[in-house]
């Protein structure tokens, strides 16, 4: 016997995303997963005394947004934490806000926070901006993250509570950039950042609150502009104890899929590779997926870490390592990775940011499907650089492109990669629609908070489209690569849930998936596509119960 609707939402303009195209007007929740979609009228008669009906006055509803690559912990302790830098604040701007910062705060106190802009950081590597922030700091150690997430300018205090001088050597897989003199000036790539974060680490002192404050907040900015699914790019387990904790205690308001990491982090300490897999296996349920592990690759193009096929520019970046970049592995090491992750059944995703690196994961990714076939899940994030010949692989090999961040438009990293990269390199960038046509599975992130300092989903869904800054531009990244407003909501909803192994479950509004959906200030369809980027969620619900309101 069929049950009367806990829930019937009628008069919507439904955007259901499912694979036929179905457009509706009204759908039915029972124990929170549709059971029925079609017009009002037909859904209206399926309701009873009971059940609670939302009339949504004619606007879009939509499926809630799949975000395949964010990270929450560093997210949540963005809003909730850090002090804010504004990614286009130069050195004078900077300073200013730390000397006031510091003024409010006791002696001992962290300065800790972001974000500095890639073209900023260029501009710091010398002896004289230490010293400058050092005055400002007036004695207090100082983190600041780059837009990347991947590098951090610190002051002396810093280094101090770091313990690194001058002939400390470079940690393996980062730098403590010197200048001429061999003196240090506060810069930190890739993994020397790892060595500030665990000195601020050791500095709080009740990290358990810390992180449920961190990741209460981080679920409460997904909510309110419309994401009620993530794939959680680089899961510690600090974060799976504390997600695990939110939902038992029902206090979890976003689905996540997590990320084990399979060697140390640049940004948390904690245990990581075997050891992590091994206690991630006490953890899984309805709102708490252990998925995936990460895998390093290589770095970022900004500080010449990404691995590439042709070599950076040679002046307009900051001067660090190989002409080419390098991966961390060779291919023999990443195979004995991939394998690794594979027989404890869990999918990959690897950050893979060169054309080099993409090649070298790809490669990897083929001796896998010889051995294993086309079970295992294997993404490869940010797909900035792809060389011409294995765009077609990605489709070949069903591999998902996880396109991560909302890079495919004017912004502050696209000026710090047009100073590092060739513009051979820029014109073929983010290849979305030729890797669409690949048949490969083109899924959108976040990155959340590298690249932006919000989720911002809207954003990355117009400009996807347009390939210019929101609100439209004269200049376009890569403007033969624009999707049409279908295939960038698809990117956003069902493609990232069936990246994440969440297709049966979550993605589109069908019946029995989780009613995971959306109610939109305007309809995407009827508006100025440049204007998408305005759109505001009224309402989020997360398996048929609202969690967030913007009228409350």
């Not at 000397?99 to 590597?125: F, H, N, Y």
């Not at 997590?258 to 245990?271: D, F, H, K, M, N």
Request: glycine residues 10%; aromatic residues 6%; charged residues 20%.
């Amino acid at each position: 016997m069929r049950k009367t609707p806990d829930l019937i939402v009628v008069n919507a303009a439904v955007f259901t995303a499912d694979p036929t195209g179905t457009t509706a007007e009204a759908f039915a929740v029972v124990d929170g997963e549709f059971t029925a979609v079609g017009s009002s009228e037909e859904v209206t008669r399926l309701a009873g005394p009971e059940t609670t009906v939302v009339d949504a006055d004619g606007r879009m509803v939509m499926p809630g947004i799949c975000d395949v690559h964010t990270h929450l912990s560093l997210g949540g302790a963005s809003v909730a934490w850090d002090f804010q830098i504004a990614p286009h604040y130069g050195l004078d701007e900077i300073c200013g806000a730390i000397e006031a910062r510091a003024q409010e705060l006791g002696p001992d106190a962290w300065i800790a926070g972001g974000v500095i802009g890639s073209t900023t950081m260029e501009k710091l590597s010398n002896v004289d901006a230490l010293a400058r922030l050092d005055r400002v700091s007036a004695g207090r150690p100082v983190v600041l993250k780059d837009d990347t997430q991947h590098n951090r300018w610190v002051n002396s205090a810093a280094l101090k509570a770091m313990g690194v001088m001058d002939d400390s050597p470079d940690p393996e897989g980062g730098t403590y950039v010197r200048d001429e003199a061999g003196r240090l000036t506060g810069i930190l790539w890739e993994q020397a950042s790892r060595v500030a974060e665990e000195a601020f680490a050791a500095s709080i002192e009740n990290p358990e609150a810390r992180n449920r404050v961190t990741f209460t907040t981080a679920a409460k900015v997904c909510n309110e502009v419309g994401i009620t699914t993530v794939c959680d790019a680089a899961t510690m387990e600090s974060a799976l104890r504390t997600l695990s904790t939110l939902e038992a205690e029902g206090e979890l308001t976003l689905r996540v899929v997590t990320s084990t990491v399979a060697r140390p982090l640049l940004a948390e300490p904690g245990i990581t590779g075997k050891e992590l897999l091994a206690v991630s296996e006490r953890f899984g349920s309805e709102l708490l997926r252990v998925g995936f592990v990460k895998v390093f690759l290589d770095g970022v193009p900004m500080t010449r870490t990404a691995a590439m096929l042709d070599p950076y520019l040679s002046d307009g970046c900051s001067s660090h390592g190989p002409s080419c970049g390098e991966c961390l592995y060779d291919l023999g090491g990443l195979v004995d990775e991939l394998e690794e992750a594979v027989s404890a059944g869990r999918g990959v995703k690897i950050h893979a940011a060169g054309d080099a690196s993409t090649k070298m994961a790809l490669d990897a990714i083929a001796v896998m499907r010889q051995r294993h076939g086309s079970v295992p899940v294997f993404h490869i994030a940010h797909p900035l650089f792809i060389d011409a010949s294995d765009v077609r692989r990605f489709g070949e090999l069903g591999v998902v492109a996880d396109a991560s961040p909302y890079l495919w438009y004017p912004s502050i990293i696209q000026d710090s990669l047009a100073a590092c990269v060739s513009a051979k390199a820029l014109d073929r960038s983010l290849p979305l629609a030729d890797l669409l046509g690949s048949g490969a599975n083109v899924s959108a992130g976040s990155d959340w908070p590298a690249g932006a300092p919000m989720p911002h989903p809207w954003t990355g869904i117009e400009t996807m489209v347009t390939r210019e800054a929101p609100g439209g531009s004269e200049e376009a990244i890569n403007p033969a690569q624009r999707l049409t407003l279908q295939e960038a909501l698809i990117s956003f909803t069902r493609r990232p849930a069936e990246a994440m192994g969440l297709g049966e479950r979550v993605g589109s509004i069908e019946a029995g998936k989780s009613a995971d959906f959306l109610v939109l200030s305007q309809n995407l369809f009827d508006v100025d596509v440049r204007r998408i980027h305005e759109t505001n969620v009224v309402v989020t619900y997360l398996r048929g119960s609202r969690v967030y309101d913007a009228n409350s």
